[in-house]
DNA sequence: TGTTTATTTTTGTGATCACATTTTGAAAAT
DNA sequence: ATTTTCAAAATGTGATCACAAAAATAAACA
């Protein structure tokens, strides 16, 4: 315990130690690396990342409040544990939430971020077929927030961004074990139905997206994955 | 500027300072009494509640994360200003996000629970009969919590109380000037339903609900209430 | 050997301090 | 009177320390 494999991570020049270590952990987080149950010190991260209690302790308020960690009783935090019935109520909450956010960027959208939205599903079929899950993971999000924020009141974004961060440690072990997830690709509709301005469609695509994505999963499915990942 | 008018708050024993701090911010951000636009000090909040900065630092971060604050540039943190463009955003995310979490509560809700909202409901008639305005406003929250919180996977529910307080400012001026705000009642269509386990008609009369109540403004109706907040 | 008790260590918490940046307010110059 | 310049105050930030509670380890007992 509290040697905590963390990974160096770019940090700008001006940025806030406590922005940078809710950075980082954020980063952690989200591709896994803190395993669920596993309680984080204060002084722990500190250490891992050269700097002190102050910072630290509010880059994890910030986490906890994005559902990114849990706050025990005992004062301990952790990265929660999933559960399937937690998976499936995230699951259809992203669903409703991304429609929606998906129905209130179209009205925005422009043909030039249309075109980079084709060009960002271009770059991610690339990765696909470079088997390079991690590059495409992360261009998939790209996708769908550039989707969301053409919207200029950002109100649901971050919960978007919430949703997926407390997805975040399964579904990278999801894409390691289930290949079902590459050949989903609805963002072509997507980005036909934008072009015509069509809410419905395009809400309607970003639904299958994410229902035949990591969401097309069955409760016996999503119970073998948790036992795979051994939580 | 620096003299912060904090309305005092019952403080349990054994809560941390931080989660006092929070709390008490909270309040005082939902009923209003701290101005968007006005930037708050640290150290003023910390003289204010008799503590010192570092708890300070961690509320504030809670409360950015949740919407309630927003850091600017500079690293000043403000109530942000609202507009009529973000009020629409946030209510229409507020009626997507409460019809989503009562329809996933139906499943789980049980008679008894049921009753206890009827009764809240009765409470807030007769708060209503009193022009107990302050009350009403948090009956009305409570009776949205408990039908939600039949759920017991609490994921959407902090997402929910986000959108509240994101609402809250103005929702305490709107009810100061507007009488429409106490004429809507759909409390008891929901109750109906949710007796017969009708998740549509609970979805719907949720919607209703939020729609006719708060939601109903039009964007001129809107800016004339931010006239008149002097935002 | 297994359980309980005592001691040590670890940990969260909150206050204080020093530093760098920003903001404010006064003084000087145009 | 308006703008510019400069000093003083205020502010965010991050490290350090002391304290109390919790956890882990060692010792004593059954």
Redesign the pocket.
């Known amino acids: 315990?509290?040697n905590l494999a963390l990974e160096p991570l770019d940090r700008p020049e001006g940025?806030?130690?406590?922005?940078?270590a809710h950075r980082r952990l954020r980063q952690a987080i989200m591709v896994g690396s803190i395993r669920p149950g596993e309680?984080?010190?204060?002084?722990?991260i500190?250490e891992a990342m050269?700097?002190?209690?102050?910072?630290?302790?509010?880059a994890?308020r910030r986490l906890s409040s994005e559902g990114a960690l849990r706050?025990?009783d005992?004062?301990?935090?952790m990265v929660p544990r999933m559960t399937a019935d937690r998976f499936l109520e995230l699951i259809s909450l992203r669903s409703v939430l991304e429609q929606h956010a998906a129905r209130r960027a179209v009205p925005h959208i422009t043909e030039r971020r249309i075109d980079r939205l084709a060009e960002i599903d271009r770059a991610q079929d690339d990765a696909i077929a470079r088997k390079d899950k991690a590059t495409a993971l992360l261009l998939n999000q790209e996708f769908h927030r550039t989707l969301y924020t053409a919207n200029p009141e950002q109100v649901i974004m971050p919960m978007v961004e919430s949703v997926w961060l407390q997805l975040g440690p399964l579904l990278g072990i999801a894409m390691e074990h289930v290949e079902q997830l590459y050949l989903v690709d609805r963002h072509q509709e997507a980005i036909a139905a934008l072009r015509k301005r069509d809410e419905d469609a395009v809400a309607a695509a970003i639904d299958a997206d994410i229902r035949e994505g990591i969401g097309g999963f069955e409760r016996p499915a999503i119970e073998n994955l948790l036992r795979l990942a051994g939580q």
């Open positions: 315990m509290g940025m806030t130690t406590h922005e940078y309680s984080l010190t204060i002084r722990g500190a050269e700097s002190s209690p102050t910072p630290v302790r509010e994890l706050v025990l005992n004062r301990r935090i």
